[in-house]
């Protein structure tokens, strides 16, 4: 199982961000799939959830209306669209699958995290 995280940066407040996360490894389209995201001294905290097929989300209170998880099963890609961003938003952001399908070796996988500075 692999799941590589792409497109972190430095942004002023304000500014926008897509996270992209490639996965592999494991049957992608039947795995709920989330970001989590640590900032220094603090413990890692989930952002946002996305159910297998895409139909539900869910997010963390601090990031509603500004940040949107989506996925594109066929690319086996999930995203992270960032708008409106604040320095608080500061941290490195992971991509994480619990693998339960009953192909995939089960386990809890995480990416090896891509670093999101929000400063002017």
């Known amino acids: 199982v692999q799941l590589v995280e792409s497109g972190g940066g430095l942004v002023q407040p304000g500014g926008s961000l897509r996270l992209s996360c490639v996965a592999s490894?494991?049957?992608?389209?039947?795995?709920?799939m989330s970001w989590y995201r640590q900032a220094p001294g603090k413990e890692r905290e989930l952002v946002a959830r996305?159910?297998?097929?895409?139909?539900?989300?869910n997010y963390a209170d601090s990031v509603k209306g500004r940040l949107t998880i989506s996925r594109d099963n066929a690319k086996n890609t999930v995203y992270l669209q960032m708008d409106s961003l604040k320095p608080e938003d500061t941290a490195v952001y992971y991509c994480?699958?619990?693998?339960?399908?009953?192909?995939?070796?089960?386990?809890?996988?995480w990416g090896q995290g891509t670093q999101v500075t929000v400063s002017s």
């Open positions: 490894g494991f049957t992608f389209s039947r795995c709920d």
């Open positions: 996305i159910s297998s097929g895409g139909g539900t989300t």
């Open positions: 994480y699958t619990r693998t339960n399908y009953y192909k995939d070796r089960p386990g809890d996988y």
